[in-house]
């Protein structure tokens, strides 16, 4: 079975790997909607604070909690 979601950080559907799940709080999506404000018409989406828009999470992300990778000029370096 292949799960995918769509990614709106990534603009792309991402799959998951052996050990991830997807993000319990944005369901992969990488963003969340913002508390709507009175007066706000539109929803704002933020960054998903819990897995920082990758919308998804490994099991040692799960207990630790998401770290930024890739610091610089947004590239993902691969490890
Ligand atoms: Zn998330």
Do not use: S
Request: with cysteine; aromatic share 6%; net charge positive.
């Amino acid at each position: 079975m292949i799960d995918k979601r769509y990614n709106i950080t990534k603009k792309q559907l991402i799959g998951l790997q052996e050990g991830e799940r997807f993000c319990p709080k944005c369901d992969g999506k990488g963003r969340v909607p913002r508390d709507k404000k009175k007066g706000l018409r539109f929803t704002v989406l933020l960054q998903c604070d819990k897995c920082l828009g990758d919308g998804k999470i490994d099991w040692i992300e799960e207990a630790t909690g998401k770290k930024q990778k890739g610091v610089g000029h947004g590239a993902y370096t691969t490890t």
